[in-house]
């Protein structure tokens, strides 16, 4: 698979969850596929919504999110989040610019419960870096 999200974005990430550990590379490597999976399932489900609806656009109500936050509040960078975004969905999609918003703000949560969970475990292995074991061992765990 090729991976969409550039990795310094979500190593950005994990840091801010990291506290005094350190970050292995595969585990950004590693958090930036789940995150790509992720926004790829969240956008089948938004683009079916927008089906029901009669529209061919993604929009933020799509994805289920009542308020589009800046663009600039963000991490993760847009342009990656709509390439997600069309991944997996028919071509005849289009992705409005609140719509990539709004996804980038979803992934980037999504990002930031993976990492704090991913330094608990970190933490308990009684290690000084976060590695792709631990962010595996979060979705062995927890999806």
Known sequence: MNVELPFAPVDTIIRRNA?????????????AKRIQEHGSELA????????????????????EVGVVVEKDDLEL????VDR???????DRYRVAMDARIALADILE???DNVARASAILARHA???????????TYFSLFE
């Open 44 to 63: 089948i489900d938004a683009a079916e919504r927008a089906t029901a609806d009669g529209r061919k656009t993604l929009m933020a109500e799509d994805f």
């Open 84 to 90: 997600i975004a069309r991944l997996e969905i028919d």
């Open 126 to 136: 009684d290690r000084r870096t976060i590695t792709d074991d631990d962010i595996e």
């Open 19 to 31: 506290g005094e550990l350190r970050v292995s590379a595969d585990a950004s490597e590693e958090l």
């Open 77 to 80: 960078p847009v342009a990656p």
């Open 109 to 111: 949560d999504y990002a």
